[in-house]
């Protein structure tokens, strides 16, 4: 779908084998998607059709880029987030199987938009999948002619999928202006991924993030959480899994009342600053952490961010407050030298500390939640016309059909209703 020869946005097509081995090792624990991959191949949903997907380059990316190959599509892949690409998996996507790959590690942030406009080619794809947005906002400045170049504008796609909570928030953002011109699924929204990908996958590799790149020892350690929807909580529930004593902060009282009752202390983020020796946001929000935190933090202080944005900790600041930085003492992390001799560690640049300084959520979390979106994108390949532009649920059937193939494939049975069981719950006469 696009002209550019495939090595040219790319770190190195030489780590292709290496690429290579890291997605087999992956796609093993990914039976859902292998399930899809069969499935798509005799079926063809995407036959003739261009998908263009903005995700983080991982191994696990990369088995849903060949299934939506299987499908018959044609995909383009940027990275969403300028730092959290994997240059081998970039690699062997390129070279191996075709892929339009624009993602290279450690790209400017101009950079990075021009590779997510090369990602929707030069006509426009048919279908988009996001995360975060970025893709999607950009796909819509260039749907109206770019009137001082005289360029040509892109054709409307059928449809989308989001990944992420943040993205959604934006695409809802811009459906209540009437400014979406397509309709998007709102693939973070389902049961499913919530509980696997938000709770569990970011729990989980967070935590693995932060300690990749501070190698502090959690246990007995003070850890902030901020924000306690469904990331903060696994991040909560995994920190204090591994010994530490987690204080969470919270602007929302049902969030905050759900904490208390999980036995977390919750307190006001004025009040955690001076106790915390570990924080981490993951709020979805901007300036969480700010330089009134940073002013009453403890030496040694550890920042790190969940957050799809790097707009939670406010780094400006912190930069503005140091006398000395002292880049990459560990790799991902910074020193940061106070006036007063204290030093505070940032992790990742305040970037997603998961993606950065890890490898994100592990296949069998992204085998659930990709499962959902190529099942939602071959739904909108067929279906996508008959929706209004908006941002619209994940078909119900969907996330229980994903979640019965990975049971299926893990060969656990589940009980179904008996035909009283289901006369019983349909009707409202009997009581006690
Ligand atoms: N995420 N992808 C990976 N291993 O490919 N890990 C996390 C991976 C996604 C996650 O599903 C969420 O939608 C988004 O990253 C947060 O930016």
């Known amino acids: 779908m696009n002209g550019g020869s495939p090595d040219e946005y790319i770190a190195d097509p030489g780590l292709a084998e290496a690429g290579e081995r890291r997605i087999q090792y992956s796609q093993r624990s990914m039976p859902l998607l292998r399930a899809l991959a069969g499935r798509f191949s005799a079926d063809r949903p995407f036959d003739g059709m261009t998908v263009a997907a903005c995700l983080h380059v991982t191994a696990e990316t990369a088995v849903l880029a060949r299934v939506l190959r299987a499908g018959g599509a044609d995909v383009s892949l940027a990275a969403s987030n300028p730092l959290s690409t994997q240059d081998d998996i970039a690699a062997a996507l390129a070279v191996r199987d075709g892929v339009a790959v624009f993602?290279?590690?450690?790209?400017?942030?101009?950079?990075?938009?021009?590779?997510?406009?090369?990602?929707?080619?030069?006509?426009?794809?048919?279908?988009?999948?996001?995360?975060?947005?970025?893709?999607?906002?950009?796909?819509?400045?260039?749907?109206?002619?770019?009137?001082?170049?005289?360029?040509?504008p892109l054709r409307t796609p059928l449809g989308g999928c989001e990944s992420?909570?943040?993205?959604?928030?934006?695409?809802?953002?811009?459906?209540?202006?009437?400014?979406?011109?397509?309709?998007?699924i709102a693939a973070s929204d389902t049961p499913v991924k919530r509980m696997v990908d938000n709770t569990h996958g970011t729990g989980q590799s967070v935590i693995d993030g932060l300690l990749r790149a501070s190698g502090v020892l959690l246990a007995g350690k003070t850890v902030v959480v901020a924000g306690f929807g469904s990331c903060g909580t696994g991040i909560a529930e995994c920190a204090r899994g591994l010994g530490a004593r987690v204080l969470v902060t919270e602007v929302d009282p049902v969030r905050?009342?759900?904490?208390?009752?999980?036995?977390?202390?919750?307190?006001?983020?004025?009040?955690?600053?001076?106790?915390?020796?570990?924080?981490?946001?993951?709020?979805?929000?901007?300036?969480?952490?700010?330089?009134?935190?940073?002013?009453?933090?403890?030496?040694?202080?550890?920042?790190?961010?969940?957050?799809?944005?790097?707009?939670?900790?406010?780094?400006?600041?912190?930069?503005?407050?140091?006398?000395?930085v002292h880049p990459g003492v560990r790799p991902h992390a910074d020193a940061f030298e106070l006036p007063d001799g204290r030093r505070l560690l940032l992790l990742a640049e305040g970037r997603v500390v998961n993606l950065v300084a890890?490898?994100?959520?592990?296949?069998?979390?992204?085998?659930?939640?990709?499962?959902?979106?190529?099942?939602?994108?071959?739904?909108?390949?067929?279906?996508?016309?008959?929706?209004?532009?908006?941002?619209?649920?994940?078909?119900?059937?969907?996330?229980?059909?994903?979640?019965?193939?990975?049971?299926?494939?893990?060969?656990?049975?589940?009980?179904?209703?008996?035909?009283?069981?289901?006369?019983?719950?349909?009707?409202?006469?009997?009581?006690?």
């Open 103 to 152: 993602a290279r590690a450690g790209v400017d942030r101009r950079t990075y938009y021009e590779h997510i406009a090369l990602a929707l080619g030069t006509e426009g794809p048919d279908l988009v999948i996001d995360d975060g947005g970025d893709l999607v906002s950009t796909l819509h400045e260039r749907l109206l002619p770019p009137r001082a170049r005289g360029g040509r």
């Open 164 to 184: 992420t909570t943040t993205g959604v928030l934006r695409l809802r953002r811009m459906a209540a202006e009437g400014a979406l011109a397509f309709p998007v």
């Open 256 to 324: 905050a009342l759900d904490a208390v009752l999980r036995g977390f202390e919750v307190r006001t983020l004025a009040e955690a600053a001076p106790l915390g020796e570990v924080f981490i946001t993951a709020t979805g929000s901007a300036e969480v952490i700010t330089a009134e935190h940073m002013a009453v933090m403890r030496d040694g202080a550890i920042l790190a961010n969940a957050g799809h944005f790097d707009v939670e900790i406010d780094v400006r600041a912190l930069e503005t407050l140091a006398v000395g």
């Open 358 to 432: 890890a490898d994100g959520h592990p296949p069998e979390v992204m085998d659930l939640a990709f499962g959902i979106e190529a099942l939602a994108l071959a739904w909108l390949a067929g279906n996508a016309e008959k929706l209004p532009p908006d941002v619209h649920p994940v078909p119900p059937d969907i996330d229980a059909e994903a979640a019965r193939l990975v049971l299926a494939t893990l060969g656990t049975e589940i009980d179904s209703l008996t035909p009283a069981q289901r006369a019983y719950l349909a009707s409202w006469h009997s009581g006690s």
